[in-house]
């Protein structure tokens, strides 16, 4: 069987039980810094085996910092693998056992220097469920402080301040196409309209 399954526990009353599929036996590929890749023996539905890769990922959070006069602090950073940069809302990865909004709190503060006195839980997203083990936490933050930024060493990146037409203009555009952007961007459409009511809590 080779290593314990490492995926997340199965929601049995989620996961259509008619579609699952089986695991056989898996191993480690290989272990990095961000991920690890694992390579696992599935037998489908319908019993066609096959080998399937994935990674492990340890979490992320993500945020929507809104200014007092309704704009959104925003980040351009460059990403190596797609070689451009791309204008995203902050998000950080988590530490071993931490939570989320700790970590969202902490990723803020020290990439754009704003820390903020309230805080919602906006809900979870998956970005790549085909393989990748990955979950996005999302947060909104507003009644923000600027201050000091600390980032690490090569973490090199520009603040934008956009307000919230700009912010759709961009993502209509195209000029927006980071994922968890976008699914932020969901959030804070149906929070402007007054359909969803969120639930704030001070830090």
């Known amino acids: 069987m080779g290593p314990p399954d490492p995926r997340p526990e199965r929601l049995d009353a989620e996961s259509a039980p008619a579609l699952a599929?089986?695991?056989?036996?898996?191993?480690?590929?290989?272990?990095g810094?961000?991920?690890?890749v694992h390579r696992d023996w599935v037998r489908a539905p319908d019993g066609h085996e096959q080998a399937f890769e994935y990674t492990l990922h340890p979490g992320a959070a993500a945020v929507i910092p809104i200014l007092d006069d309704g704009r959104l602090v925003m980040e351009r950073q460059?990403?190596?693998a797609m070689n451009r940069s791309f204008l995203e809302f902050p998000a950080g990865k988590l530490h071993p056992g931490e939570d989320p909004l700790r970590a969202i709190q902490r990723e803020l503060i020290e990439?754009?220097?704003?820390?903020?006195?309230?805080w919602a839980r906006l809900g979870e997203m998956h970005p790549v469920i085909a393989y990748s083990t990955e979950v996005i936490h999302l947060f909104a933050a507003r009644d923000l402080q600027l201050g000091e930024a600390a980032r690490e060493?090569?973490?090199?990146l520009e603040i934008v301040l956009v307000t919230l037409e700009e912010f759709f203009d961009k993502v209509y555009r195209g000029e927006i196409?980071?994922?968890k952007t976008l699914a932020c961007?969901?959030?804070?459409?149906?929070?402007?309209r007054q359909q969803w009511s969120v639930k704030w809590i001070s830090d």
Do not use: P
Request: charged share 40%; with cysteine; glycine share 10%.
């Open 111 to 118: 990439e754009t220097g704003y820390r903020a006195r309230q």
């Open 78 to 80: 460059w990403r190596y």
């Open 33 to 36: 810094r961000l991920l690890h």
């Open 185 to 192: 961007g969901l959030w804070l459409d149906r929070i402007h």
């Open 177 to 179: 196409t980071d994922s």
């Open 21 to 31: 599929e089986e695991r056989l036996k898996g191993e480690s590929v290989y272990e």
């Open 153 to 156: 060493e090569g973490e090199c």
